[in-house]
């Protein structure tokens, strides 16, 4: 099964202080996904890249970058961090695009006092 | 609107017992997954279907792309079985694996 480890696990961070989440996948998947996850809410895709270097805008991407340095590492940046971007975050990665199962991370919650 | 609308949001559950969530589809999709959030926050892997049904211990699982509809059945529930369980579509053409989630049904299962 694919192991996809995130770090950290919990952060608090001020109002626009800078956090890096990171993502690490060990089973030579492509693609790598950011989601977020809020009470009432699916998850929701922020980025998503296919491949080292590669970088795919997801649904809800506005206060966020990422930037995936390897086939294994794939990276969340908040910037400027806001109260609004209060959250459970996961990581998840694939196989191949399309067709093919999804495997996430333990999530990190993020707390913007 | 929201191509994914699971049912029911909460669901209480004695011991024992069991029920089933639905989540239907706007859109013909391609390939479905199930997840459970436990207490610690992990989203655990159920199930993947691209069709047909699968079934794992007492945890069922039913897609139907045509009809565009997946159902998670769960019999027999246990104290552990209580947490939040997701839906999740992959579209056809979409890009990747990009997963479209439903909101979620908050089971509580009671002794």
């Known amino acids: 099964e694919a192991a996809v480890t995130q770090s950290p696990r919990n952060k608090v961070t001020v109002t626009g202080g800078n956090v890096t989440l990171s993502c690490r996948q060990t089973n030579s998947h492509n693609y790598m996904y950011w989601y977020r996850q809020d009470t009432g809410h699916g998850l929701r895709l922020i980025h998503y890249?296919?491949?080292?270097?590669?970088?795919q805008i997801g649904d809800v991407p506005d206060g966020y970058k990422a930037t995936r340095t390897t086939q294994e590492d794939f990276f969340l940046l908040l910037e400027l961090a806001s109260p609004s971007q209060t959250s459970l975050y996961f990581c998840?990665?694939?196989?191949?695009?399309?067709?093919?199962?999804?495997?996430f991370g333990k999530g990190t919650r993020l707390t913007v006092v | 609107g929201d191509q994914v609308e699971q049912s029911p949001s909460a669901l209480s559950l004695h011991e024992g017992t069991g029920s089933a969530l639905r989540c239907n589809f706007t859109?013909?999709?391609?390939?479905v997954q199930w997840f459970r959030k436990n207490s610690r926050g992990s989203l655990i892997n159920l199930f993947y279907l691209a069709s047909g049904t699968k079934e794992n211990g007492r945890l069922k699982s039913a897609f139907d792309s045509k009809e565009r509809y997946s159902t998670l059945h769960i019999r027999d529930a246990q104290l552990e079985d209580s947490g939040t369980y997701f839906c999740a579509a992959e579209a056809y053409g979409s890009s990747g694996n990009k997963l479209i989630f439903g909101i979620g049904t908050l089971l509580s299962v009671k002794p």
């Open positions: 998840a990665s694939s196989d191949a695009g399309g067709g093919t199962e999804v495997f």
């Open positions: 859109t013909t999709m391609r390939a």
């Open positions: 890249s296919y491949g080292a270097g590669n970088l």
